[in-house]
């Protein structure tokens, strides 16, 4: 997938809250390419560490790699909403 079709993808998910409304966007692009590249590599580590060491030790990187997929991918940060941080530029919320 080439990195404009990429970035139209991530730039086009959001996520609905409770009232209907699209969430703002609070994560921006390199911050955003950043969690998707060490989400992968949590989830890949999580995998080798289940198939070599011990299946329920990698639980911990699977989670915490799919937790930083997840946001990359909404494009929203849950801690920075609680925090009031933005590094979302205003052309792209």
């Not at 609905?16 to 998707?36: F, H, Q, W, Y």
Request: net charge positive; hydrophobic share 50%; glycine share 8%.
């Amino acid at each position: 997938m080439s990195h404009s079709l990429m970035r139209d993808f991530l730039h086009s998910l959001y996520s609905l809250d409770r009232e209907g409304s699209v969430m703002k966007k609070n994560i921006g692009a390199a911050d955003r390419m950043i969690r998707l590249g060490i989400g992968t590599l949590l989830v890949a580590v999580s995998i080798y560490v289940a198939w070599q060491i011990n299946p329920w030790l990698g639980l911990i990187p699977l989670i915490i790699g799919a937790f930083l997929v997840y946001e990359a991918a909404l494009g929203w940060c849950a801690l920075y909403a609680l925090l009031g941080k933005n590094t979302c530029p205003i052309s792209e919320r």
